[in-house]
């Protein structure tokens, strides 16, 4: 719901965590936008 909420989109099953959990998301704080969605928490973010 934190994801749905700071992306200004409606609550809904859309945005659940991927199955088996470990993962994601980054947030700008500067900015106050989504940087990006779910990702597993093992791969690197890109620099």
Same mark, same amino acid.
């Given at each position: 719901? *934190? *994801? *749905?909420? *700071?992306?200004?989109?409606?609550?809904? %099953? +859309?945005? !659940?965590?991927? +199955? &088996? &959990?470990?993962?994601?998301? +980054?947030? !700008? #704080?500067?900015? %106050?936008? #989504? #940087?990006? &969605?779910?990702?597993?928490? !093992?791969?690197? +973010?890109?620099?």
């Amino acid at each position: 719901m *934190l *994801l *749905l909420s *700071l992306s200004g989109r409606a609550i809904s %099953r +859309a945005a !659940d965590q991927p +199955a &088996g &959990g470990g993962n994601y998301f +980054a947030y !700008d #704080v500067g900015t %106050r936008r #989504v #940087v990006h &969605g779910w990702r597993p928490i !093992d791969s690197l +973010a890109p620099r």
